[in-house]
């Protein structure tokens, strides 16, 4: 175990936590759980620049990482389609937006799909690399993430401590970004979906290489 494999595990130890501290409907918890959201979302850039910068890429590494993006993104999407039915985020212009079911069961399908389908792939003799549109939907989703984690302790602030008027701007306007994120976030994941299926459903039917 080297320093970027041991952030990668905090990654995957920190993750029930946030998950879990949303559902307390205090302004310090749900606080909390954007902190360690942010503190995740960081981790993940530095562990990788460590292991690239020092030679320290291992085996280890190239699994735990994936694990901690999948485990980090359920933990966040479902807690948020639980919250945003008893607290849809507010927009100007648009008003109250949710977060449907459908979008959901896409979003985490996609992952859960690729994720077999990689394990497919490699039994084959081929490494499927992550490709751009799957690079920016996973970077336009932590905007999402961190933009709605932010409204849930934002909006339980509001509530507790009678924030004043002059911030009201917040609230629809983390609303907005949330918003816009995910819709494109969605586009991203049908779109980079597309293209890996394009490129490498070729591979479905095939038998794997002998030993694999």
Sequence with gaps: MNLPNWLTVGRIIVTPL?????FFPTAPARLWAFLLFLACVQT????????????LETDLGKMLDPLADKLLLFGTFIPMFWLAKTMP??????????????????????EITMTWFRQYASRRGVIIAAIASAKWKTSVGGVWQGAAYCWFWFATLRTEANVAPMWNWVDPALGAIGAASLT??????????VIYARDYGRLLGTKPKAGA
């Design 44 to 55: 993940d850039w530095l562990d990788g620049y460590l292991a690239r910068k020092h030679k």
């Design 18 to 22: 946030i998950a879990a501290l949303p």
């Design 89 to 110: 985020f507010q927009t100007p212009f648009v008003g109250e937006v949710g977060l449907p079911l459908w979008v959901v069961v896409v979003v985490l399908g996609r």
């Design 184 to 193: 494109l976030t969605f586009a991203l994941t049908v779109y980079s979906l």
